[in-house]
């Protein structure tokens, strides 16, 4: 497999705000459902509270295909509390907020700017064996989607499931025919 | 029936390069075949699949290009609810097979083969898997609903056609789902290639041309 891809996640312990209080996230925690790592570069800043809100407001339709969010920056726990009380998008936040203030899960994952001491914009798509399906790497200025991220997770299920012997059917109506794509080597 | 003279030049969807290419494959024929097709002139898809059927045809002496306005369709024995359609004939028969919608993007690969399966000498099949498919004694329609851009459909498209070009009693068509969202709603298409067998039974993914004839009785 290449890059991470099939990677299995590391062993790891961390303290998260979640829906106003602390608790412990382990990998135990996150094995037997889907789960996104979202990784972004710090609390109290700017695109972040844009992409970590547009997450939030999809968050039920992840929970509704079995599937966890899970913020991760290199602020602490009480950080990610004291965000939540100052902002009313962040307050409004009810899937875990990891503190990974020792880079450990940044390290593993490869988005630690060491520094900045910071995580780059990064997303991690896991299966529920732990097993890193699809991700995505930004640089700190290009925000991301969660409606797109959203189909990545239903596409990673869906082959999951069924195999990668299928294509999604991403069709407009309207749309251009494609040009043909002649290839019967081997085969005529 | 609509003069293809009307159509001038050639499909933009054929490039020379393709042409070439195509001729040469064409240069194997061995038997003329005739590509019928329904088109609605008022219909943009329909026009282009004229086109690109007229420049097709073009390529070789033995292929022969008839084109019928909607009205005239009845008289045809291939399905032309999807349109715009071809039916593939051969000796004034109609082969079972069909492409709803214009053939392109990796569709070309199906066409291209069922043109040279009908036509002779068409891809090597073993005698076993032949007596199997010329078994078969129900009728059976299958209707494979693809993506252009799938590269898994084309294999599936040409399993299909090649079970109906060898039994009369199956119909085998591929259709561009793009151009079908009521089709697409009925049957919930998400993923491609997406076959319906006998408008009852579905399935996802690539099957061979022996799983296939497997599920025919």
Redesign the interface.
């Known amino acids: 497999m290449a890059g991470f891809i099939g990677k299995e996640i590391t062993d790891f312990t961390v303290q998260a705000y979640h829906k106003g209080t602390f608790e412990t996230v382990t990998k135990e925690s996150v094995l037997g459902h889907w789960s996104v790592f979202f990784f972004y570069p710090a609390d109290f800043t700017f695109v972040c509270p844009t992409e970590l809100g547009d997450l939030a407001d999809f968050y039920e339709e992840f929970r509704e295909i079995g599937c966890e969010i899970y913020s991760v920056s290199e602020d602490t726990h009480f950080v990610h509390k004291a965000w939540a009380d100052a902002s009313e998008t962040i307050g409004k936040i009810k899937y875990p907020m990891l503190a990974d203030p020792a880079g450990r899960l940044a390290s593993f994952f490869d988005v630690l700017a060491e520094e900045e001491g910071q995580a780059v914009r990064g997303t991690f798509i896991v299966n529920p064996e732990g097993k890193i399906r699809a991700y995505e790497i930004h640089d700190m200025g290009i925000g991301r989607n969660a409606q797109e991220l959203l189909r990545k997770v239903q596409a990673a299920q ?1 082959v999951e499931e ?2 990668d ?9 309207g ?1 251009e ?8 080597v081997g ?2 | 029936m609509i003069d293809c003279n009307q159509f001038e030049g050639t499909s933009p969807l054929l490039d020379e390069k393709l042409q070439g290419e195509l001729k040469g494959i064409f240069g194997k024929m061995e038997t003329a075949v005739t590509l019928k097709a329904v088109v609605d002139m008022e219909e943009e898809k329909s026009r282009e699949m004229a086109l690109f059927l007229k420049t097709a045809a073009s390529l070789s002496d033995l292929l022969t290009l008839e084109l019928y306005t909607p009205l005239e369709a009845e008289a045809l024995e291939f399905d032309t609810e999807y349109l715009p359609a071809t039916g593939l004939y051969k000796d004034g028969i109609y082969s079972g097979v069909s492409f709803h919608g214009v053939p392109g993007g990796r569709e070309i690969n199906s066409f291209v083969l069922a043109i040279y399966n009908l036509s002779g000498p068409g891809q090597e099949i073993g005698r076993g898997l032949v007596k199997k498919i010329q078994k078969i004694k129900k009728p059976a329609n299958i209707k494979v609903c693809v993506s252009l851009a799938c590269h898994h459909c084309p294999a599936v498209v040409a399993a299909s056609q090649r079970i109906a070009i060898l039994n009369p009693l199956v119909k085998a068509q591929m259709l561009d789902a793009n151009l079908y969202p009521a089709l697409v709603e009925r049957y919930g298409i998400t993923r491609v290639p997406f076959v319906i067998l006998n408008d009852e039974t579905t399935f996802t993914g690539p099957r061979t041309i022996e799983e296939l004839t497997g599920m025919l009785g």
């Open positions: 869906y069924h195999g012997q299928v294509c999604p059917a991403k069709w407009k109506p749309e025919t494609l040009t043909p794509s002649l290839d019967l085969i005529l």
